[in-house]
């Protein structure tokens, strides 16, 4: 018996979907909405590193290893491999490579390979855009993006839809040049709204509604006296606020909680290895609040803290949303796996 495997390069990848964000919204949606619903396998992040300390995984990097299976309309297991090179640009490469292997959840055998780095970009913004629907105020109209590559223009792009009321961004990196292109490059795809590289972040996130941190730092650069009332602060990487802006929340949610204690690596997942955050503590889950076990934001005043550590099966779901158009098109590249 022969057996074929399906090859989508970036390119195919772009155009079976995994481009549209509003269509991954929709899959990270279903996926966190699944899993409340127990249709999912997340087994966890195995992360290998170089080095030995934080300071030289932001020089030497990683690759994790993210497999899990997911049901409903997409009932597909596989895996999402991603390195992390975080030299890269000065190679003139991007930082994140992925790759998705998809397999039958019934025979178990591989029936895909593809390009997942846009798809892992794309899912990550619209983790934040799922939050940003649930969880800031509806007339929402200043945020401020911390982190000005890759995961930051795809976080303004969820924002812009989810909330379309944003007309002022400002946008901070630890490098000017890197904020002011970034602030070029979004004024030229989003006319309409002012885009505003600073300096440093202070006075940018006490005028903010949404506040959004897709950084490399490892110490905080958000402190909670810049917060103001109803706004919705993002952790998205690592130790970027305060333990006291998580203190100062009104409510404090998070995609998975098992998966970020896990990771231990963002404000909160310290501050409950520390003994500082209890379970308890965690207002909801983002599925939870979609399948309506759980409030969003019940006022204009709340501060909400929200933290997301991400998991290998909203990947597979915008993946797997694509293969089945890459098979109903003809699309991609057909290799004899077994001959």
């Not at 992360?47 to 690759?63: A, L």
């Not at 292109?181 to 996130?205: K, Q, S």
């Not at 709340?302 to 158009?325: K, M, P, Q, S, W």
Request: hydrophobic residues 40%; glycine residues 8%; negative net charge.
């Amino acid at each position: 018996m022969s057996v074929d495997i399906l090859f989508l390069n970036d390119q195919e990848m772009s155009q079976l979907g995994a481009s549209d964000m509003k269509a991954v919204i929709h899959d990270v949606e279903r996926a966190y909405i699944l899993t409340e619903e127990g249709d999912v396998l997340s087994p966890g992040k195995c992360v290998m590193r170089w080095g030995s300390t934080p300071e030289d995984e932001n020089v030497y990097g990683r690759i994790n290893a993210m497999p899990g299976f997911i049901g409903g309309e997409y009932n597909m297991a596989g895996i999402k491999w991603i390195g992390s090179g975080p030299m890269n640009y000065k190679k003139g490469l991007p930082r994140a490579s992925v790759t998705i292997i998809l397999n039958d959840p019934d025979t178990k055998l591989p029936v895909c390979v593809a390009d997942g780095t846009e798809v892992s970009a794309k899912r990550t913004g619209a983790s934040g855009g799922v939050a940003m629907k649930l969880l800031s105020r509806e007339d929402a109209s200043v945020m401020t993006i911390c982190g000005a590559g890759a995961q930051g223009r795809t976080q303004l792009e969820a924002a812009l839809i989810v909330r379309p009321t944003l007309k002022k961004i400002y946008v901070y990196d630890i490098r000017m040049e890197s904020s002011r292109r970034f602030a070029e490059e979004a004024l030229a795809r989003y006319p309409g709204i002012e885009v505003i590289p600073v300096e440093t972040p202070e006075a940018a996130v006490r005028e903010s509604d949404i506040i959004v941190t897709v950084t490399l730092a490892n110490d905080p650069i958000i402190h909670s006296e810049w917060l103001k009332k109803g706004c919705l602060l993002m952790n998205m990487a690592d130790f970027e606020v305060s333990y006291n802006c998580v203190k100062k929340a009104d409510k404090i949610v998070v995609d998975n909680w098992e998966t970020i204690k896990h990771r231990l690596v963002s404000t909160v997942a310290l501050m409950a290895h520390e003994g500082l955050i209890k379970d308890e503590d965690i207002h909801a889950q983002l599925g939870q609040i979609l399948t309506g076990a759980k409030s969003g934001r019940e006022n204009d005043d709340e501060i909400i803290y929200f933290n997301a550590v991400g998991t290998g099966i909203l990947d597979l779901a915008v993946a797997t949303r694509c293969y089945h158009e890459a098979v109903k098109t003809g699309r991609g590249i057909s290799l004899p796996y077994w001959v």
